[in-house]
């Protein structure tokens, strides 16, 4: 079952007198299945914005169809079930993080002590709920941007969607972030990402498609997508330097060349989470 499927999707934006003056997305075929964590990428202006606005129904098609969870993106049964976080995250300043969610949550008809559960739940998931009760004016950038999340998961919904959702975020901020997701497809919830950190999409998405012009250029599972089927690679554990050497003068007897010798490596993301786990336990061993 596909949550996403769209043809011949096209938006364009008109001046004034009704002329067109952009076409922000051409012709875009995309079918994405549940239950899988989906990146759209492109450069500035190829109409990823565009794209999400069109799934969650903020935008209107000007030509093509496209059917969210089975249905039409305005459909009242259809947004219960979505949750979505903009590149730009929209907050009353006044209000505490507690009073944020439980605001939303009344939006989805959630009240009472349901709302006040969940809210506090979802500060805990995001790493808020020692802020619960701080003016959300008072937020960093990367606070705001996990109670966006927060706000965008209030309903717990089939079809998350998320446009730059680790912007302003620290490396552990992030984890917390792409671990939540795994989260979320593991339980067969589907998952959109926009996002230009590359890092970030190729850590956690399944498949994603590229976009540029507003037109579809590539498509397809990651893996598939990176993977050099040209080249091979062997990795083995602590072999000593006279063995290496052997190893090197069989394998160019086989092949007529020789091989690379490397040490593979740790992503930085990993190795900085690893220090800082390493360091907190430290420290309360030492307490």
């Given at each position: ?8 999707l096209?938006?364009?934006?008109r001046d004034?007198w009704g ?10 075929d995309?079918?994405?299945p549940a239950g899988?964590i989906?990146?759209l ?7 990823k ?7 969650t ?7 093509g ?11 009242r049964?259809?947004r ?5 976080l ?5 907050m009353?300043?006044y ?7 439980l605001?939303h949550?009344?939006?989805f ?5 349901q709302a006040?559960?969940?809210?506090d739940?979802?500060?805990e ?5 020692a802020?619960a009760n701080?003016p959300?004016?008072?937020?960093s950038q990367g ?6 999340l927060?706000q965008a998961l209030v309903n ?5 969607i998320?446009?730059?959702p680790?912007?302003g975020?620290?490396p552990s ?16 919830r ?6 230009h950190?590359?890092?970030d999409?190729?850590d956690i998405c399944?498949a994603?498609c590229?976009?540029?012009?507003g037109?579809?250029?590539a498509v397809g599972p ?11 690679r062997?990795?083995?554990a602590d072999?000593r330097?006279e063995d290496?050497?052997?190893i090197q003068d069989?394998?160019?007897l086989v092949?007529?060349q020789?091989a690379?010798v ?5 992503k930085?993301?990993t ?10 336990i430290?420290d309360?061993?030492?307490s």
């Amino acid at each position: 079952m596909n949550a996403i499927e769209t043809c011949k999707l096209t938006k364009h934006f008109r001046d004034f007198w009704g002329r067109v003056n952009v076409t922000a997305v051409r012709d875009l075929d995309l079918q994405i299945p549940a239950g899988t964590i989906f990146g759209l990428l492109g450069p500035n202006g190829s109409g990823k914005t565009t794209t999400l606005k069109m799934l969650t129904g903020l935008l209107h098609p000007s030509d093509g169809s496209v059917r969210v969870l089975g249905g039409a993106p305005r459909d009242r049964a259809t947004r219960q079930c979505l949750g979505y976080l903009p590149e730009t995250t929209g907050m009353y300043p006044y209000l505490s993080a507690r009073d944020m969610l439980l605001f939303h949550a009344g939006l989805f008809g959630i009240a009472g002590k349901q709302a006040r559960r969940k809210a506090d739940a979802l500060l805990e998931t995001t790493g808020l709920s020692a802020a619960a009760n701080r003016p959300v004016g008072a937020f960093s950038q990367g606070m705001t941007r996990r109670l966006g999340l927060a706000q965008a998961l209030v309903n717990d919904p089939e079809l998350l969607i998320l446009d730059e959702p680790t912007a302003g975020l620290d490396p552990s901020g992030c984890r917390l972030v792409k671990d939540l997701l795994r989260e979320r497809a593991a339980q067969g919830r589907t998952v959109i990402i926009s996002s230009h950190l590359l890092a970030d999409i190729e850590d956690i998405c399944e498949a994603v498609c590229i976009l540029q012009d507003g037109r579809l250029i590539a498509v397809g599972p990651l893996r598939e997508m990176l993977e050099q089927r040209e080249l091979t690679r062997f990795t083995a554990a602590d072999i000593r330097p006279e063995d290496q050497s052997v190893i090197q003068d069989a394998f160019r007897l086989v092949t007529g060349q020789a091989a690379t010798v490397d040490h593979p490596r740790l992503k930085l993301e990993t190795f900085f989470d690893q220090a800082v786990r390493s360091a907190g336990i430290a420290d309360t061993t030492k307490s």
